[in-house]
């Protein structure tokens, strides 16, 4: 059964750059598959090499901080780009800061930071549907 329809991709900037690594975080998934973000909104970006069964998600690498410029909703899979690159697909949230932000999980095949991909405050964070 198919349950989504299109929908407009979410969209933004970054506001700061986070250069730390942890491989022991203890992050958990929401059981929740998307989030509606509002504009103006701030959420934080974090990426992991874990999996959506995993219990806890341990092993991160943040990239920094996105203010929300066209809200919408974010999906499970939706492709992350930030500037020109594709950093990897959303995996989830972490709601451990919320209501202050959600810490929105990003599969990739490794943590990475914002320093080692050279992010730069200003650049455009999009949330794409997958297809």
């Not at 970054?14 to 103006?40: N, P, T």
């Not at 989830?92 to 999980?105: A, E, M, R, T």
Request: charged residues 25%; glycine residues 10%; aromatic residues 6%.
């Amino acid at each position: 059964m198919i349950e989504d329809g299109s929908k407009r991709t979410v969209s933004g900037v970054l506001v700061k750059v986070l250069v730390h690594s942890r491989d022991d975080r203890g992050m958990r998934l929401e059981d929740f598959a998307s989030r509606c973000v509002r504009r103006g909104e701030v959420h934080e970006l974090v990426t992991t090499d874990h999996t959506v069964g995993d219990p806890s998600i341990d092993r991160v690498g943040f990239l920094g901080f996105a203010e929300i410029h066209h809200g919408g909703v974010i999906d499970r899979g939706d492709e992350v780009r930030i500037g020109d690159q594709v950093v990897g697909r959303v995996l989830g949230f972490d709601s451990c800061h919320f209501p202050n932000h959600y810490n929105i999980l990003i599969r990739a095949e490794q943590p990475v930071t914002g320093a080692q991909i050279a992010l730069s405050p200003e650049s455009p964070v999009q949330f794409v549907q997958s297809s």
